[in-house]
């Protein structure tokens, strides 16, 4: 995978200018090699013990060849993009430090977290948030924890989403000998679609449509069952898709001794909202404008930190688009959003 699409290396003289991104994923490595290429300085800074961001460990090498997008992040090495790894901003370094060093920044940080039921039981240390479990796992298959994430001998899958069926691959990967995936539409309306219902029960998954948990069933404080309430579709004036709804009064019980929730992932800044002046929406998310542009001069900000959890597709546009921005600016051709 190529993180250099727009020019080639050298072809713009040296800028003087530095740039720091914060997030080593799509949306940051994309962005990266497009500013080397326009002749400024880049450093990026990340989390994780290696560049990659979900490229590496969020996403499943049935989805994507790991060697090359390994063989891309040496390309922009050899262009003298230098990466920090295993720096977190907003632990190791401060946001506004960067913001005081570099004349601009690119916050391109993803969505690290996993959205939560908060259902009775959910608080049992056998269910599990779905991307910090399989982030867990590829983490353990790289050698960099020594420690092999836990896994039931049954198993129940919370979503109906991609990271949902990438959950189904990890439980059976690492043992699990039975495993259900739960879902409160039917798989013609999931966003995995009905594809990725089919990988899931090529891995073995019983799968169950129109079913919503409602209580993880505990003895001891350990789990032993999930709890769950039959739903049916209403159709809505002007939605996408239908709304689940309960059927009252009827529920069935699946034998578990892990859940594990796939139902959502949520943006991670590295701030608190309203920190160093840069706005957060309601729903998390970074308020930029359509350069990029956040609310403090000269913060940047681009992929699913500012438009949710998405594909490589849309993060990829949006770090091009950003780096694009963050170029014209530091050439003087883009001044600041107004407010």
Not at 75 to 80: A, C, F, P, S, T
Not at 305 to 333: N, Q
């Amino acid at each position: 995978m190529r993180f250099v699409l727009r020019c080639r290396p050298g072809e713009h003289p040296e800028t003087g200018k530095r740039v720091a991104i914060v997030g080593a994923g799509p949306a940051g490595l994309y962005a990266a090699g497009l500013l080397r290429c326009r002749g400024h300085g880049v450093e990026v800074y990340d989390q994780n013990p290696e560049p990659g961001g979900f490229l590496i460990f969020g996403v499943l090498e049935v989805h994507i060849n790991k060697d090359r997008v390994r063989q891309g992040i040496g390309e922009l090495r050899d262009m003298g993009v230098v990466f920090n790894q295993g720096v977190k901003v907003g632990r190791d370094v401060l946001l506004g430090d960067l913001i005081g060093r570099y004349d601009a920044v690119l916050i391109a940080t993803g969505t690290w977290r996993s959205r939560r039921l908060r259902i009775p039981g959910s608080d049992s240390p056998q269910v599990r948030a779905a991307m910090e479990w399989i982030v867990d796992y590829h983490m353990w298959r790289y050698g960099y924890r020594g420690e092999k994430p836990p896994v039931g001998r049954r198993v129940v899958v919370v979503g109906g989403g991609l990271t949902a069926v990438d959950s189904v691959y990890v439980a059976r990967w690492l043992g699990a000998e039975e495993v259900h995936l739960v879902y409160r539409r039917t798989r013609r309306y999931a966003p995995a679609g009905p594809k990725g219902f089919q990988e899931a029960e090529e891995q073995g998954a019983v799968v169950h449509e129109l079913a919503q948990p409602v209580e993880y069933v505990t003895e001891g404080g350990r789990l032993v069952a999930v709890r769950l309430q039959r739903m049916r579709l209403v159709e809505v004036p002007g939605a996408k898709r239908p709304k689940p709804v309960p059927v009252e009064g009827e529920y069935f019980t699946l034998p578990a001794d892990m859940a594990v929730e796939a139902i959502g992932l949520i943006p991670t800044p590295p701030f608190n909202g309203g920190d160093y002046g840069i706005r957060l929406r309601p729903d998390g998310t970074i308020d930029v404008d359509e350069y990029k542009r956040t609310t403090r001069e000269p913060v940047f900000a681009a992929g699913d930190v500012v438009h949710g959890a998405s594909l490589i597709g849309p993060a990829m546009k949006s770090g091009l688009e950003a780096a694009e921005a963050i170029d014209k600016y530091l050439r003087g051709e883009l001044g600041w959003r107004s407010g």
